[in-house]
T-cell receptor, first 109, second 113 residues
Framework: RKEVEQDPGPFNVPEGATVAFNCTYS??????FFWYRQDCRKEPKLLMS???SGNEDGRFTAQLNRASQYISLLIRDSKLSDSATYLC??????????FGSGTKLNVKP | DTGVSQNPRHKITKRGQNVTFRCDPI?????LYWYRQTLGQGPEFLTY????????KSRLLSDRFSAERPKGSFSTLEIQRTEQGDSAMYLC???????????FGPGTRLTVT
């Protein structure tokens, strides 16, 4: 079983829509969680860390559900520039990070 | 530019040859990671250094792969006797060691013919 699983998408949404991605992880000992964004043919870039209490950064909200072992990312008021692949990342000791395969988002005008 | 740099950006090699890639992390970052990424997949962890010590290595990494970070600054990843299955993007990331955020370099794209 993969450490981190994501729906590959693509999610095709119009500008201004709200879209949500989920990610599940298999190791209950996982301690820290992140969302990264990767544009086509570019390196991944940190979007946000995910805290136990949930956290928000502008139009982006991340939540963690430890009981069900999943994390989510909500994007409100989608922009064309949000089109990218979103990678869910999990670690239990910062020595080794597990990336999901990514969820592709296409925001259309 | 004070970000993570990687060289070369592209490498084409024939099967059976050895290749070496270099990563220069952000200067104050003591943690350095190597990943491999293939099309449609997320980065796959290869190895981790804290300063000059290699503290973690993926079980998926065969004996043909070796990495060093001799002075705790730049790192090299060597692949011996390359195979076509080694064709991938090799990414390096560094981290300041708090919070877990990683900063990735642009990667080295390896093509084995």
């Amino acid at each position: 079983r993969k450490e981190v699983e994501q729906d590959p998408g693509p999610f095709n949404v119009p500008e201004g829509a709200t879209v949500a991605f989920n990610c599940t992880y298999s190791n209950s000992a996982s301690q820290s969680f992140f969302w990264y964004r990767q544009d086509c043919r570019k390196e991944p870039k940190l979007l946000m860390s995910v805290y136990s209490s949930g956290n928000e950064d502008g139009r982006f909200t991340a939540q963690l559900n430890r009981a069900s072992q999943y994390i989510s990312l909500l994007i409100r008021d989608s922009k064309l520039s949000d089109s990218a692949t979103y990678l869910c990342v999990v670690t239990h000791n910062f020595n080794k990070f597990y990336f999901g395969s990514g969820t592709k988002l296409n925001v259309k005008p | 530019d004070t970000g993570v740099s990687q060289n070369p950006r592209h490498k084409i090699t024939k099967r059976g040859q050895n290749v070496t890639f270099r990563c220069d992390p952000i200067s104050e970052h003591n943690r350095l990671y190597w990943y491999r990424q293939t099309l449609g997949q997320g980065p796959e962890f290869l190895t981790y250094f804290q300063n000059e010590a290699q503290l973690e290595k993926s079980r998926l990494l065969s004996d043909r792969f070796s990495a060093e970070r001799p002075k705790g600054s730049f790192s090299t990843l060597e692949i011996q006797r390359t195979e076509q299955g080694d064709s991938a993007m090799y990414l390096c990331a560094s981290s300041p060691g708090t919070g877990g955020e990683q900063y990735f370099g642009p990667g080295t794209r390896l093509t084995v013919t």
